[in-house]
């Protein structure tokens, strides 16, 4: 039976831990933008190094709608 009250004590504990770890991300802005880095890839350019060690942008053709 102490090993019971010793495991629910392990388990509210990591609880707490893992709660204090959310708490202090969400505070320093950790969650604030969750859509923009799945959309950024689609709508910047790439920047490409040649084997001079130039960088290079992309200009990459968007779809246009014709009508």
Same mark, same amino acid.
């Not at 202090?24 to 950790?30: E, H, K, L, T």
């Not at 933008?33 to 990459?60: W, Y």
């Given at each position: 039976?102490?090993i019971?009250?010793?495991m &629910? %004590?392990?388990s +509210?504990?990591l609880? +707490? +831990? %893992?709660?204090i &770890? %959310?708490?202090v !991300?969400?505070r320093?802005?950790? %969650?604030?933008?969750d859509?923009s880095p799945?959309v950024?890839?689609?709508?910047e !350019?790439?920047i490409v $190094?040649?084997?001079g ?6 200009? &990459?053709p968007s779809?246009? $709608? !014709?009508?």
């Amino acid at each position: 039976m102490d090993i019971l009250y010793l495991m &629910i %004590f392990c388990s +509210v504990l990591l609880a +707490v +831990v %893992f709660l204090i &770890i %959310f708490i202090v !991300s969400a505070r320093n802005g950790q %969650f604030d933008d969750d859509e923009s880095p799945a959309v950024r890839i689609l709508l910047e !350019s790439e920047i490409v $190094k040649n084997k001079g060690d130039k960088e290079q942008k992309l200009d &990459i053709p968007s779809e246009e $709608k !014709s009508d």
